[in-house]
């Protein structure tokens, strides 16, 4: 053999440094591809598994939600804590125009109060102008009248002007008083719950004592007959 051709030769054995290097990386490569695929249904696995105890929280919640609103919850009082009888909750809040109202200011007179959703929404725009309507003839009554919602104050002496209501208009955006009066709590719409203001209304009687409650209320005629439940205390 000539020496040019045991030059090739020697250059090409399975156990040359080049063909173990080359081994040893497809090895390498293998495993790093293996170790990977090994991973990746873990994290998957840890991914579903905290997903479903979101699931499991969120479910848990909604039937904790939907027991606390449950007819025999609400017809009990339960859900306000509040029932015809007892003392009327203190509150201290803005109105429109800047001044703040409390219920001390109505002492050893009867007040209505008159939570509704939203400001300037149809309902709430005929349940403000019927109030304001009978404003004189609930004052005859010694009775005063105050609307109450989550609005802004802006909201609130916008829709004042717009419809010349002639009630104080006050804001509670923070839900305390909307809270303690039983008038925050679950609503649907559309298939979906959601918190929000519940359209009621409250008689407190000159005693500071809540006289009459009316709950989910219908608009029409709504305000006469809060009307004559205040002339009848």
Not at 2 to 11: A, C, F, L, P, T
Request: with cysteine; hydrophobic share 35%.
């Amino acid at each position: 053999m000539s020496k040019k051709s045991r030059k090739k030769s020697s250059k090409t054995p399975s156990g040359s440094p080049t063909a173990e290097k080359k081994s040893a990386k497809t090895r390498a490569s293998t495993q790093t591809r293996s170790a990977k695929t090994q991973r990746t249904p873990a994290r998957k696995s840890a991914a579903t598994i905290a997903k479903a105890g979101s699931h499991k929280a969120a479910s848990k919640q909604l039937k904790s939600s939907k027991s606390a609103s449950s007819p025999a919850a609400a017809k009990s009082g339960l859900k306000s804590g509040l029932a015809e009888g007892q003392k009327a909750p203190a509150f201290r809040l803005p109105r429109d125009g800047g001044d703040v109202v409390t219920l001390a200011d109505y002492a050893g007179r009867k007040l209505v109060l008159f939570f509704y959703p939203r400001a300037d929404t149809p309902g709430c725009t005929r349940e403000a102008i019927d109030f304001t309507r009978l404003a004189d003839a609930f004052a005859a009554a010694g009775t005063a009248v105050i609307g109450i919602s989550a609005d802004p104050l802006r909201a609130q002496e916008k829709f004042r002007d717009k419809h010349k209501l002639g009630v104080p208009l006050i804001s509670d955006e923070t839900h305390e008083m909307l809270e303690a009066y039983g008038a925050w709590g679950e609503k649907s719409m559309y298939g979906k719950s959601f918190l929000g203001i519940l359209r009621t209304t409250i008689l407190v009687g000159a005693d500071g004592k809540v006289a009459r409650i009316w709950r989910n209320v219908r608009v029409d005629g709504h305000a006469d007959e809060v009307l004559e439940a205040a002339r009848s205390l």
